[in-house]
């Protein structure tokens, strides 16, 4: 951890990042993501066991965090990322204007469905390796609709996804984690353009995600989040739609 104040609160601020950070075990308790879809929510024990800091210190952290806008309370007394890092996240820069080129057909997605509308791009492995634009948060390749369409042709500077996906972590009792039946699922999505996961990350939750192609083939996936038990066939039908509304920039020429 660091030695000055701003080391020690941005190691809290680490703490909410990880593929474990974002493990769905079926409430709002320790390590468990909120009940809304956003980020992860941990108590302070567990803040504090991440961190390496003393309860008290950080606590005093997470106080000044609180304050600032950083971090939000719950009512249950967890913590979890505030108003004003995600909307810090969202103003920084992306990859090559994407955000700015999706922002029209994303506003138009949440407006038809009432979920949230994201995009997404692959930044790491698959355990943990989509960076959602959007919300600022990293979710899990194999558990998501986002990164089941980008696993299923994904980018040269991750050569290990082409392989087949073994070891993967379980966020609910219906996420897919035997490689043979994940490699099935990736070819039927890469045939249909489209991928649908059931509460396979989150209880309560089903994404619907669709490829934004380039030269080469998906560059990130477009999609939306909306609660179980939601009609799937017009969510499908307006994610497509969106999709083919969104020109992905243009890669910059090879040197």
Do not use: N
């Amino acid at each position: 951890m660091g030695g000055s104040v701003a080391g020690r609160l941005f190691s809290v601020l680490d703490a909410f990042e990880g593929g474990g950070a974002f493990e769905d075990v079926g409430g709002s308790g320790s390590g468990g993501a909120s009940g809304d879809g956003g980020p992860v929510s941990l108590r302070l024990t567990d803040i504090a066991a991440r961190t390496g800091l003393p309860a008290p210190t950080a606590l005093r952290m997470v106080r000044e965090l609180v304050a600032w806008g950083g971090l939000e309370r719950g009512a249950d007394g967890t913590y979890r990322l505030g108003l004003r890092l995600r909307a810090l996240g969202a103003a920084a820069p992306c990859p090559r204007g994407l955000l700015d080129a999706a922002l029209p057909a994303l506003r138009t997605l949440g407006a038809r469905t009432g979920g949230h509308a994201d995009v997404a791009v692959l930044q790491g492995p698959a355990a943990g390796g989509v960076l959602c634009l959007v919300s600022g948060e990293r979710l899990p390749a194999h558990a998501t609709a986002y990164g089941k369409v980008l696993l299923t042709a994904p980018p040269a500077e991750f050569p290990g996804l082409t392989a087949p996906l073994r070891d993967l972590p379980r966020h609910t009792r219906h996420t897919v984690v035997a490689p043979g039946v994940l490699a099935r699922q990736l070819d039927r999505i890469r045939a249909a353009g489209l991928a649908v996961c059931a509460e396979e990350h989150r209880l309560g939750e089903v994404t619907v995600a669709a490829p934004l192609r380039g030269p080469a083939g998906p560059v990130a996936a477009l999609g939306v989040t909306v609660p179980t038990g939601v009609p799937l066939d017009r969510v499908a039908a307006a994610v497509r739609e969106a999709a083919t509304r969104v020109r992905p920039p243009e890669p910059p020429p090879s040197p």
